[in-house]
């Protein structure tokens, strides 16, 4: 059996990651007695957590907000955890470096000398990709504020007004999106969150309704694959290249790894034309598993690029 010290800390780190524990889940997950467990949260209510009872067949306990709380405890896994979260908020978009390099410096003060050590010796370079639009704090506060409340969302967006029923605050490639049922529009839409200017008040509350997906990471990702209903232009090409040298440059598009040189490529874009220049960016030998329009685009195109060369083509 752990330490009681351990234990203790072992039990506030689990009473932090959910509303309510039965008491014989905590037995069950800390390997101790039913009866331990209820000196334990004695304990811990001595040292000043607020953990009260929880009424119910099985009966179990609750780590309550309060204004006195002492400084929280971190175990070695949650101390690492921080650490690199707060260290790589530099690629999130949100522009919290700052804010986040103060965090870790405040964290660490309170932490003890073992922790402090592993936190120091866990140093990450974190480096923001090139020309990605920065989020503004505050925006993502108002449009996260909105998705708890469930209250109608108006904002800025391209010289015009949205009115939305904001569903959540995803990232995808290293941006920010607002998912949400565009009231205009009657239909679901993604904002990018750089280009969102919010306007107060919110609007009335309103009943969620249900993504036309399993979860938001399945219709987010659906959406920026250019799924067929997103996408007028929809092709597939072999290309021969590593798929790891692919997928970084086709983040709407499905690639799979055909051997250590080859991959395949299914892309979609706003027009035949445009998805032919968009394979034919990869400097590699290109072919057009389909449809017919995609190799008459590549067609036009070698045409066209003979023209401009001055050859035959």
Known sequence: MQKTS????????????????????????????????????????????PVVAVKGPDGGYRLDAGAELPPLLFDDEQAVALAVALQTAVTSGAGIEE???????????????????????????????????????GVLAAVGAAVRAREVLRFGYRDATRRVEPHHLV??????????????RDDWRTFRADRIVPRVPTGPRF??????????????????????????????????????????FAPDGVVEALGPDRCRLVLGSWSWTGLAAAVGRFDAAVEVVG?????????????????AAGVAP
């Open 6 to 49: 351990a234990r203790l800390l072992a039990l506030l780190s689990l009473l932090q990651t959910r509303r309510d524990w039965p008491g014989a889940l905590l037995a069950e997950r800390l390997d101790i007695s039913p009866r331990t467990v209820r000196r334990d949260v004695d304990r811990l209510r001595e040292l000043g957590y």
């Open 99 to 137: 804010a986040a390099a103060r965090a870790l410096a405040t964290v660490r003060q309170v932490m003890p000398a073992r922790l402090r050590y592993r936190v120091d010796t866990l140093r990450v370079t974190a480096v923001e990709p090139p020309g990605r639009p920065r989020v503004d704090g």
């Open 171 to 184: 990232t995808w490639g290293g941006r920010w999106y607002l998912v949400a049922w565009d009231l205009d």
């Open 207 to 248: 009943a969620p309704r249900e993504l036309p997906a399993d979860d938001v990471a399945a219709f987010v990702t659906e959406r920026f694959r250019g799924g067929a209903d997103d996408w007028p232009c929809r092709g597939e090409v072999v290309l021969d290249l590593p798929a790891g040298e692919v997928s970084p």
């Open 291 to 307: 449809p017919a329009e995609l190799r008459d685009a590549f067609a036009r195109l070698a045409r066209r690029y003979a023209d």
